[in-house]
């Protein structure tokens, strides 16, 4: 139950960080301008880890859920994007880019999926819907 009650108040973390990211998005940035690559950042190395934690999914048929379950999120770097890969079968997330900096960390989606990654002093938090899919994640180095 307390694993519950963890997953719960790390996903609450990732909810404040995407309303604040939809907040700024939202302000006056109507100039027309595109969003260019010079916003994103490359995560410092000692980010790019093994985190263990508590981790949840659901597919989007409902086929093989997995519960609220110790696990791990592995994030990798290849070139500009990430990946973060979980245990237990649980799918990759793919192509992320993080804003950022001074050790708060956050990835926001730009194809219309909900997604909210948050690294901030040593822990990990994913709250994400893409296609239906569903993944959760609350954990730290």
Known sequence: MNMKNNLFKNLGKVAIVLSVF???SCGSDDDGDDVTADVFVTLPTETVSTYTGSLG?????GMGVVGVTDGTATITQSGSSYTISFS???PS????RFLGSDGAYASVSSDGSSLGISLDDGELA???TIDGNTWAFSGDR
């Not at 997330?93 to 992320?96: S, V, Y």
């Open 88 to 90: 237990d079968g649980v």
């Open 57 to 61: 999914y659901t597919p989007a048929d």
């Open 93 to 96: 997330i793919t192509g992320l």
């Open 126 to 128: 994913i709250g994400a």
């Open 22 to 24: 939809f907040i700024i």
